[in-house]
């Protein structure tokens, strides 16, 4: 019998980097982007191993690798032995994109092996292990992508408190448009530290003003007032800007996307790279993407943010 785990991308609508600061920030799962792990049997003695078809590499329990770094806390979690299992890997999110793929492996993989094992994880408890990998991948992460790629549901976040889900009043739909160039999420990271340890209540006002464009956004989405979210993105964006998170690459993007007719376009996740999201409502898609691949986008995907049932 094959035991399937997955996990969904996600972005951040609102928030990155504030977050770190103790800022709230909200952020969706991107569904129709997954990373999966088939269980698969092995010979006796053969242990237990990942195939990874898209990075075409296998790797081994006892390997230096962030995805051998969460089979061995899945089966510290549920003091288990190493059973003779394969966990074939696929993924369809991006590498180094900010849409999360790092977290989904990870949860996908805990969800196959703890299948396979008889004693599925609980979310909250798979939640704990992806962020102990997202401190490889990241630093020091606020712990904002293992919990919606996780739970697979739209998040209110505020570090070090449990996520709230929040109500979408109506369906929008963002375009998402990448840049190609890898985000580098844990330099990102470090410079803003760095710029905040120079002046820590300069930046610290621009966090809360951020904190404030999220505050806004969620009661706006809660209510079904999509219009109103363009308007916050840009803002959002220009806050970034200033914390040296955009590039001229993520720039491109986002002034295409409004001269295109979006209401809103900001960078997502780390920046420096990775991905942008606009508001696609109100615009003719097909022209919105033509416009993002004429600025540089090597890839768009729509994506309707909803109100969804629990992730499985
Ligand atoms: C990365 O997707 C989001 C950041 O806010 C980092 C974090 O929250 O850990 C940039």
Same mark, same amino acid.
């Given at each position: 019998?094959?035991?399937?785990?997955?996990?969904?991308?996600?972005?951040?609508?609102?928030?990155?980097?504030?977050?770190?600061?103790?800022?709230?920030?909200?952020?969706?799962?991107?569904?129709?982007?997954?990373?999966?792990?088939?269980?698969?049997?092995?010979?006796?003695?053969?242990?237990?191993?990942?195939?990874?078809?898209?990075?075409?590499?296998?790797?081994?329990?006892?390997?230096?690798?962030?995805?051998?770094?969460?089979?061995?806390?899945?089966?510290?979690?549920?003091?288990?032995?190493?059973?003779?299992?394969?966990?074939?890997?696929?993924?369809?999110?991006?590498?180094?994109?900010?849409?999360?793929? @790092? /977290?989904? #492996?990870? %949860? +996908?993989? $805990?969800?196959?092996?703890?299948?396979?094992? *008889? =004693?599925?994880? !609980?979310?909250?408890?798979?939640?704990?292990?992806?962020?102990?990998?997202?401190?490889?991948?990241?630093?020091?992460?606020?712990?904002?992508?293992?919990?919606?790629?996780?739970?697979?549901?739209?998040?209110?976040?505020?570090?070090?408190?449990?996520?709230?889900?929040?109500?979408?009043?109506?369906?929008?739909?963002?375009?998402?448009?990448?840049?190609?160039?890898?985000?580098?999420?844990?330099?990102?990271?470090?410079?803003?530290?760095?710029?905040?340890?120079?002046?820590?209540?300069?930046?610290?006002?621009?966090?809360?003003?951020? @904190? /404030?464009? #999220?505050? %806004? +956004?969620? $009661?706006?989405?809660?209510?079904?007032?999509? *219009? =109103?979210?363009? !308007?916050?993105?840009?803002?959002?964006?220009?806050?970034?800007?200033?914390?040296?998170?955009?590039?001229?690459?993520?720039?491109?993007?986002?002034?295409?996307?409004?001269?295109?007719?979006?209401?809103?376009?900001?960078?997502?996740?780390?920046?420096?790279?990775?991905?942008?999201?606009?508001?696609?409502?109100?615009?003719?898609?097909?022209?919105?993407?033509?416009?993002?691949?004429?600025?540089?986008?090597?890839?768009?995907?729509?994506?309707?943010?909803?109100?969804?049932?629990?992730?499985?």
């Amino acid at each position: 019998m094959t035991l399937i785990g997955s996990a969904p991308g996600k972005v951040i609508l609102f928030g990155e980097h504030a977050v770190v600061y103790g800022q709230p920030a909200i952020a969706v799962p991107v569904h129709s982007r997954r990373a999966v792990a088939r269980a698969r049997p092995a010979p006796p003695g053969a242990g237990l191993r990942i195939v990874a078809a898209n990075l075409a590499q296998t790797i081994c329990l006892s390997d230096d690798h962030p995805l051998a770094l969460i089979l061995r806390l899945t089966l510290d979690a549920l003091d288990a032995d190493p059973p003779d299992l394969t966990l074939v890997l696929s993924s369809t999110i991006p590498i180094a994109g900010g849409l999360g793929s @790092g /977290a989904a #492996v990870s %949860a +996908a993989l $805990a969800r196959a092996l703890s299948a396979a094992l *008889g =004693a599925p994880l !609980p979310d909250e408890r798979l939640n704990t292990l992806v962020y102990e990998v997202e401190k490889v991948h990241h630093g020091t992460p606020s712990g904002i992508d293992n919990t919606v790629v996780v739970y697979g549901q739209p998040v209110y976040f505020v570090r070090g408190q449990a996520p709230q889900r929040f109500t979408i009043g109506a369906p929008f739909t963002l375009a998402i448009a990448d840049t190609g160039i890898a985000g580098p999420t844990r330099v990102a990271v470090g410079d803003v530290r760095r710029l905040h340890g120079r002046a820590p209540e300069r930046w610290d006002r621009v966090f809360a003003e951020i @904190g /404030a464009v #999220v505050e %806004a +956004a969620r $009661a706006h989405i809660a209510a079904g007032e999509t *219009g =109103a979210l363009g !308007p916050l993105m840009n803002r959002n964006h220009a806050l970034l800007q200033t914390l040296t998170v955009s590039c001229p690459a993520l720039d491109a993007l986002v002034d295409a996307a409004r001269a295109a007719g979006a209401p809103g376009a900001k960078l997502s996740g780390g920046g420096r790279g990775g991905n942008m999201i606009a508001l696609a409502e109100g615009t003719d898609h097909g022209a919105l993407e033509a416009a993002l691949r004429r600025a540089g986008a090597v890839r768009v995907l729509f994506t309707t943010v909803e109100q969804i049932g629990p992730e499985r």
